[in-house]
């Protein structure tokens, strides 16, 4: 029915066609990620899905076992919405604490930014998907130290 | 309006005890409503308790604390009677503060 020449429209219309669209989908996208996370939120270290990639994007250093921090986690957890994780360290000049629950979707729980002052030890209750192990991250004199439990979740908490 | 945060905070000679209690949904985005459609993420994500206008804990969290969170921790300091702000600020920009008193 139609000419040939009208399957084909000029290039230009085309092109600011596609420029309008992408402009349009530019913005769209632009305000669906616009909401700026909370001040001094580390949005990059929350949306890591592995253990090494999260302490990377959290300290940018590794970390070295410690027995100088305790982590006290319940062995079983009948219900994986409330899990009660508490880690204190004595190790000296304490400035960050970071919990980390590498079986859940995205590994990183919460960190904490300790100031001078504020003791070392934090108490806090976290979701856990499945059994799996929690890493308590102690940041101390500018280094990093961890430690690690197994928590069973007997039925999992992703529901909160 | 009730306030959506209940501090504690015990002061015992040279330190104060916190613990706080906020309530929030804290939705992961990774659960599924009754008619199976995704609860999207609503959480809070930071936490700041400021004693004499300093800073003495600042809480990062992400989607897997649990609703209605729980917080415990002391600091250096602290007198019967000092204000003791908390302010959370959650994924979705809402926000709430509240300044309690030392006891």
Redesign the interface.
Known sequence: MHPRADHHPPAIHTRRAATRLLALLGVAGFVGTA?A??????EEA?KQTSEADAIKALYGKSAATSDKITLEVPEIAENG???PV?VSSSLADVTAISIL?PG???T????????A???P?????????KTSNVIALVEAGGKLYSTSKEVKVTLG???? | MASSIRVRAQANGK?TEVQALIQH????G??KDSSGKLIPPHHI??VRFEHAG??????????????D?????????GAKGDPLVVTW?????KTDTLTAKIG
Request: proline content about 9%; charged content about 15%; glycine content about 12%.
């Open positions: 909401r996370a909370a001040p001094g939120w580390p929350f919405a409330v899990v508490s629950v859940n979707p995205l990183l729980a919460a960190s904490y930014t300790l100031p002052g504020t003791l030890s934090i108490g806090c209750r976290l979701k856990m998907a908490g992703c529901g909160g | 330190t949904p804290m939705d992961s990774f659960v994500e930071t300093k800073l003495v804990l600042m809480a990062n969290w992400g989607p897997a604390v649990s609703k969170p729980y917080i415990k921790f002391a600091f250096e300091g600020v959650d994924n979705l920009g």
